[in-house]
């Protein structure tokens, strides 16, 4: 059966500007260091191509310089990409702010990734076996939004789909996000974005009603915490929050796409959903100690974190799921 992860999402040019702080408004700051990456959906597929899945890209890049860019990106982390390039549009970009304290802060410019339609898609088909996973931001975009979700729903009921609302969760029509939450096999959120779908309450209660009120169809919800760690419950009642590894950041861009293709690198092979979890907990500890957005780890190294941190009594071991209603 096939393993392969079919990325409907977006990809686009990372400007990453390293500074001490955000400069004050009307302020200008001198970057410690410049460089320019691919990004958006590259980060979660280089995560899942680097834990073993074959991963091909259904969104669009642009036929300029920056989609040029991409498509080297692609080749070297051998990433397919199924449809042709716009003839009319470059790939957009991100500015990223890296400040010392590791967190980022980003400004986008839209482009060919932001325009989606059904024959565009055409040549994206999907088979037995298959994960298709996309992100908010081409959910936000208006010029793809329609036809993507479209597109979801007709998606076999055999396939699993893998869906990331991301901080543009509020520039996502309710009715489009509705769609997609109903389709959903898995969705993987932070807990601000879960809040914004569920309303407010601890995690347990977010998870719980995640499931029964908005992802009718899903085999469970993973929300994110950072470095906690992240919560997981499935559709069976079973929950467990599964801790995160205590590391030293130093840049956490990417960590959170990190996690979500690890995940669904560990489940596509058949590991349990909550030891998934933790593999890509571990995953995501090791890409904040790395430049980079695209700096997930391989499954050889994740192998080797876990172990050590099995070794040491980390935490991360031995949590103890509980059943709820």
């Known amino acids: 059966m096939s393993r392969r992860l079919v990325h409907v999402g977006s990809a686009v040019v990372d400007h990453v500007y390293r500074i001490d702080a955000l400069p004050a408004p009307g302020t200008e700051k001198t970057a410690s260091s410049y460089t320019q990456v691919a990004g958006g959906g590259f980060n979660m597929m280089v995560a899942a191509s680097r834990t073993g899945m074959k991963v091909v890209f259904g969104g669009q890049l642009g036929s300029g310089p920056n989609g040029d860019f991409l498509r080297a990106a692609f080749a070297t982390e051998g990433i397919e990409t199924l449809t042709p390039p716009s003839p009319v549009m470059d790939s957009g970009n991100c500015v990223a702010m890296i400040s010392s304290d590791a967190e980022r802060t980003f400004v986008s410019w839209p482009g060919a990734e932001s325009i989606l339609s059904l024959d565009m898609m055409t040549p994206v088909s999907v088979g037995p076996g298959d994960w298709v996973f996309t992100s908010g931001y081409t959910l936000s975009y208006p010029n793809s939004r329609d036809a993507l979700a479209d597109w979801i729903e007709a998606l076999p009921a055999g396939i699993f789909f893998v869906f990331d609302p991301t901080p543009v969760i509020a520039d996502i029509p309710r009715a489009v996000l509705l769609r997609v939450l109903a389709r ?54 079973s929950a467990q929050t599964i801790p995160g590894f205590k590391v030293a950041a130093v ?12 995940f669904v690198s560990a489940l596509a092979r058949g590991v349990h959903c909550f030891e998934a979890a933790r593999y890509a907990n571990a995953a995501a500890a090791i890409s904040v100690t790395r430049h980079g957005g695209s ?6 190294e994740i192998q080797t974190f876990l172990s050590q941190a099995a070794a040491t009594g980390t935490p991360g071991q031995n949590q103890k799921a509980h059943q709820t209603a």
Do not use: F, Q, Y
């Open 184 to 237: 959903t096999t898995w969705l993987s959120c932070n807990t601000t974005e879960a809040a914004d779908i569920a309303g407010s309450g601890d995690v347990e209660a977010l998870a719980a009603r995640l499931l029964t009120d908005h992802c009718p169809n899903a085999d469970g919800v993973v929300i994110r915490s950072a470095a906690k760690g992240c919560h997981i419950r499935l559709a069976t009642g």
């Open 251 to 262: 840049d956490t861009n990417g960590a959170g796409d990190t996690h979500i293709g690890a």
């Open 295 to 300: 700096s997930a780890p391989n499954d050889a």
